[in-house]
């Protein structure tokens, strides 16, 4: 499996390299809003799941060609559950020129072990989007062995020990954790963790369940409001586009169609390129067989 993909758009970060750490779809949660798609081996046991040497030498080539805004180890499952995790950060420290990001469900901070290897990252960007069991279960359809209340008091220890950047995001799921309960009893849960900033997230992309919709701009807004200054709705950022060859924009566009759906304007956006050429790049590749495309709500979404 190619361990380093990109670079993909992100609404929170600019333009990322991502690295992933986990063979598809391994992972503690089997969420209902995932882009990536349905998990197929839920498990809550970190172990040494790829080669960590493998990992860091496909990095290495991939950053003599390319310069992101940030690597960022997520990928399609749980980077955390991977053992050896603190090696690639560590790696990513010696080079002295690239921010860090791990971008986690939170699901493991609850064990001493996992906090300590991810301490190095600049940035950590785990998900909470409940203080309601039940509801946790409902949107996370976690591995049996961890419960909320696991995972709220892992985050809280990680905001103890941890002196990077903490962004906590909440994905939002209409009908199902956009209620008043749900919402005051979150904030609630929120101040005592006390995050750097809170990132308000809903469905953008073909969910794996049908269930999952997003909310409105409207409703985020109030969310927002209520929740006070630290809280952000993620938007789109546009980034410049790098020194790419016809072939190589062709090679990247798959990329991120690869590791998740894309539109026209997530390329165009990424790549900082007119819509019309990206459109072109789509449309070809799929006309080649390498990308399919899809309607959702609307948008006509490109993947691998």
Known sequence: MPYVFGPVPSRRL??????????S????????YCQVGKTTCVKADPGPLVPIRDVIHELDQKLRHLTPDVITISGSGEPTLHSDIDQLITYVRKTGNHQIAVITNGSLFWRDEVRKRVLEAHRIMPTLSTAFEETFRTIHRPHSSITLAMVIQGLKELRKEYEGELFLEIMFLKGIN???KE???????LEEISPDRIELNT?????????ASSLDRQRLQDIKNFLGSKAEIIV????KRGDHSHDSLLVLITEMAER????IVDVANALDIPTDEAGSF???LEAEGTLCSREHEGDLYFSR
């Open 14 to 23: 600019g333009i990322s390299l991502g690295v992933d750490l986990t063979p």
């Open 25 to 32: 779809k391994t992972c503690t949660y089997d969420c209902l």
């Open 178 to 180: 956009d209620g008043e």
């Open 183 to 189: 919402i005051n009893a979150l904030k609630k849960v």
């Open 203 to 211: 469905v953008a992309r073909p969910p794996s369940d049908g269930r």
């Open 236 to 239: 789109d950022a546009r980034r």
């Open 260 to 263: 998740r759906p894309v539109r």
């Open 282 to 284: 789509l449309n070809r």
